[in-house]
């Protein structure tokens, strides 16, 4: 009989692990195959997961079709994601049917569980080897935790907890499949952000990439309470009846794999995509290693089998991967100045209107304001120029886009030279702006973001610093302190603190004054 729940459909590496697969259906107890309800829902099962497989293979190919075709990206994506919808529909539509088989094999094991002597007979061994110390009365079953023994021998509530823990595996499997379904599609997102040339574009693939890395974290959290539950009950209830046995060794042992798993998982703490999951499946493989154990002991060589191939194909699934950041692109288009004896701007192509970021820093040179729109000729070949109407309603002209002040300050002296008598640096950080003309005391007094907290700084963390603010200046000063700056504007330092705590908001971070 196949396995109830989650123990015999552990995940499997499918593409990548990319979804965990159901067993095939194979043939259950003789008196279940008389039923139609139950041969259709496993002929149902089986051609869901046909459809799944057919899908995944498909996705698969769309993602090397991506890489070598970047002009298509955009459709491409979209049918990836519309494939990623229709999997989840496939799964959900597959989990309904599995649920309703399992009813139904647990039905058939708790109706015989009283008086099945006569079940199974033939598969239990002749003479039990020298490690058996029980071997349980009634059908040796696939699923260790249904095979009589525990019922008889456990105290009720125990045994609730025990089965009730063995219900939510396959719900704990769930969680880590999906996460790893959206840890995939994160890395093509990244892939996907990092090439794209529109704002526009950029901006929904970047919403798209933190609502599914929220997700996940979601499933992780989900994830580690599901598993907590199932390791603290499925544990006591095999330590109390290891302890009953007196197999102090068996016990002992347990406790070695145990703190084993514990180191390793202390190690690759903030290393990998999830802690939660890297939780899971170390200590997944201590739960299936004793339970092993304990089906020798008990002479369940059925449900011994089945937890060996568990055991092979966990060690098989790579939990160990890298964390997927990205650090928020700010598309502000910097242009340096021009000067040219035929004006750029006519009639036909009039001065455009000054465009002003939402996000990001950029500093242009404001050549004047005035009470009425001016004519090109006046700004003597510069290039290029904006416009912007106060809410005093006056014409404000700008040249250039800068991503530094001293780029701004050699522009500035450019104009100077070309006969502009007074050319201002004016800066939006964020879409706030302001004229350093008329902060004569700016750097009377600069900032800096202070990183506590922290050992070292993640390659993440720079990069979303630089992404920010450039080349900033980042020092270590302390054992677990690090500054990023000098800044003269307080708003991009308040910009790159932002910035540091949605890449990790285990910091503690500060934007400290500092006197000059």
């Known amino acids: 009989m196949r396995k109830i729940v989650s123990f015999a459909a552990a995940v499997l590496p499918v593409a990548g692990w990319l979804y965990a697969q159901q067993p095939v259906a194979e043939p259950r107890p003789a008196r279940l195959e008389e039923d139609r309800q139950y041969v259709a829902l496993l002929e149902e099962d089986k051609a869901l997961q046909a459809q799944q497989d057919s899908i995944v293979g498909a996705m698969e190919d769309l993602r090397i079709l991506l890489r070598t075709n970047p002009a298509e990206r955009s459709r491409i994506s979209e049918e990836i994601l519309r494939l990623e919808n229709r999997i989840f529909e496939i799964r959900s539509a597959k989990s309904r049917v599995v649920d309703r088989i399992n009813a139904l094999e647990q039905e058939w094991v708790l109706a015989q569980l009283e008086g099945a002597d006569t079940l199974g007979d033939a598969a239990w061994p002749e003479e039990p080897t020298t490690e058996v110390l029980v071997v349980s009365k009634g059908p040796k079953l696939r699923n260790l935790v249904y095979n009589g023994y525990f019922r008889e021998n456990l105290r009720e509530a125990d045994y609730a907890a025990l089965i009730e823990a063995q219900r939510l595996e396959r719900q704990a499997e769930e969680f880590a499949t999906r996460y790893f379904v959206h840890y995939d599609t994160l890395s093509m997102l990244a892939r996907s952000y990092a090439e794209a040339t529109a704002e526009e574009e950029a901006a929904a693939i970047y919403a798209r990439f933190n609502a599914l890395t929220e997700s996940n974290r979601s499933l992780a959290d989900s994830l580690a309470a599901t598993w907590n539950y199932i390791f603290d009950n499925k544990s006591y209830a095999y330590g109390y009846l290891l302890d009953k046995l007196g197999c102090e060794q068996q016990l002992g042992d347990q406790e070695t ?27 997944k493989r201590v739960s299936v290693d004793s339970e092993v154990e304990v089906a020798r002991l008990l002479g369940l060589d059925a449900a011994c089998d089945s937890l060996l191939q568990v055991a092979a194909r966990l060690k098989s ?3 160990r991967r890298p964390k997927i950041e990205v650090a928020e692109r700010f598309f502000v288009d910097y242009e340096e100045l021009a000067f040219s004896k035929v004006p750029k701007y006519t009639t036909q192509h009039p001065i455009p209107e000054c465009r002003i970021y939402e996000r990001g820093t950029i500093y242009r040179i404001l050549l004047g304001t005035f009470n009425t729109k001016r004519a090109v000729s006046l700004f003597k070949g510069v290039s290029p120029l904006y416009y912007l109407i106060d809410e005093e309603k006056k014409w404000n002209y700008y040249a250039g886009g800068f991503a530094t002040l001293a780029e701004a300050e050699a522009a500035q002296q450019q104009l100077k030279e070309k006969g502009f008598v007074r050319p201002e640096i004016v800066v939006w950080t964020h879409g ?18 202070e990183i506590t907290n922290a050992e070292v700084l993640s390659d993440a963390i720079r990069t979303a610093i630089a992404a920010v603010a450039g080349d900033a200046e980042i020092s270590k000063v302390g054992h677990n302190l690090f500054v990023v700056g000098l800044f003269y504007d307080r708003a991009v330092a308040d910009a790159v603190a932002e910035t540091i705590r949605k890449t990790d908001d285990r910091l503690q971070i500060n934007v400290a004054e500092m006197p000059q």
């Not at 180191?263 to 499946?281: C, H, I, V």
């Not at 706030?432 to 973001?449: G, I, T």
């Open 257 to 283: 794999r145990l703190s084993e798993a514990m180191l390793q998982l202390a190690e690759l703490r903030d290393k990998t995509t999830s802690d939660q999951l890297a939780d899971y499946f170390l200590r």
């Open 317 to 319: 699934v790579d939990f």
């Open 432 to 449: 706030a702006y302001r004229n350093l003309a008329e902060s004569p005391d700016v750097h009377a007094q600069a900032y800096r973001v």
